[in-house]
């Protein structure tokens, strides 16, 4: 089982940038592919980014593909979003999951454990 605690979220211009912070507990944390989901007021939680349990591969949404970089250190049980010129759209709440299939998921119900999530607040 694992535990997660999302932080960095905040009030931001447009253009702006931010960088989200995932820490995880326990000792498996390597053994669980990670994501990043967000959900805007009135809409469906969505998937914006995904790594695997290495570090070695991820996956974009298309709309933060060159925007937005995930990133991962087994080592300090930690997960990042790094989110650059960052549109309105992108308000939402951002949450932290994880995952226990091999390889890179973009589904919400394959995973397995959520943190409370972390506001993001894009203004124009």
């Known amino acids: 089982q694992v535990q997660l605690e999302e932080s960095g979220g905040g009030l931001v211009q447009a253009g702006g940038s931010l960088r989200l912070s995932c820490a995880a507990s326990?000792?498996?944390?390597?053994?669980?592919?990670m994501g990043w989901f967000r959900q805007a007021p009135g809409k469906e939680r969505e998937f914006v980014a995904a790594?695997?349990?290495?570090?070695?591969?991820?996956y974009y949404a298309d709309s933060v593909k060159g925007r937005f970089t995930i990133s991962r250190d087994n080592a300090k049980n930690g997960v990042w979003l790094q989110m650059n010129s960052l549109k309105p759209e992108d308000t939402a709440v951002y949450y932290c999951?994880?995952?226990?299939?091999?390889?890179?998921?973009?589904?919400?119900?394959?995973?397995?454990?959520w943190g409370q999530g972390t506001q993001v607040t894009v203004s124009s």
């Open positions: 790594i695997s349990r290495s570090g070695g591969y991820t």
């Open positions: 326990g000792r498996t944390f390597s053994s669980y592919g």
């Open positions: 999951a994880a995952q226990l299939r091999t390889g890179i998921e973009t589904t919400l119900k394959n995973y397995n454990y």
